[in-house]
């Protein structure tokens, strides 16, 4: 998606065309026309009701992260993540509370899927946080990302959750990678 405006400048990537956003960062008009934008267009790719990134909402919250790959003048995708308290309800319908670090939102321009972005961005988010893909809980996963953990970290297997997170089997279990 491209702007009217230089994207680089206003954010910032490192090398690897990925720039990353905390929530206490200091927002700018730009970065928040880039959010908003970017996430209409995930909401509307997702078949949404309502737009779940925006700015407002972005800079508002505590623990969230956006990372943001640009290729050349355009953006291409947007990865955001957050730390949330869930209720997790195992095989036995014992429940139990977790705090583990969530995608929230996570949309490569249609376009541009399938060339490698959607990955690169997933690995920047998995080295940034330090986090294992199993430990990672998701937000209302669409059936092509769940399509694209299988491909990528071999994991399929979760037991459906009254709060539309998708947590993984292998959450419990240690895995090497």
């Known amino acids: 998606m491209e702007f009217p405006f230089d994207v680089c400048r ?3 990537p490192g090398n690897d065309g990925i720039a990353i956003i905390r929530s206490k960062d200091c927002n700018t008009r730009e970065v928040c026309e880039i959010i908003d934008a970017m996430g209409n267009a995930s909401a509307k790719a997702q078949g949404l009701r309502a737009v779940i990134t925006t700015a407002v909402r972005f800079f508002s919250s505590a623990d969230t992260a956006l990372y943001i ?6 953006v291409v995708g947007i990865l955001k993540t ?3 308290k869930l209720f997790y309800s195992d095989e036995m319908g014992r429940i139990s509370e977790i705090t583990p670090l969530c995608l929230l939102d996570f949309y490569v321009h249609e376009t541009l899927q399938r060339s490698g972005h959607g990955k690169e961005l997933y690995t920047k988010m998995l080295q940034v946080s330090g986090v294992q893909p199993n430990k990672i809980a998701i937000d209302r996963p669409s059936p092509k990302l769940i399509s694209f953990m ?3 970290y071999g994991l399929c297997d979760y037991i459906p ?4 997170f998708v947590i993984f089997r292998e959450y419990f279990r240690v895995i090497s990678i």
Do not use: F, S, T, V
């Open 69 to 74: 790959k640009i290729e050349g003048k355009r």
């Open 161 to 164: 959750q009254n709060n539309n």
């Open 82 to 84: 957050g730390y949330r």
């Open 10 to 12: 206003a954010l910032r």
């Open 150 to 152: 299988r491909k990528h």
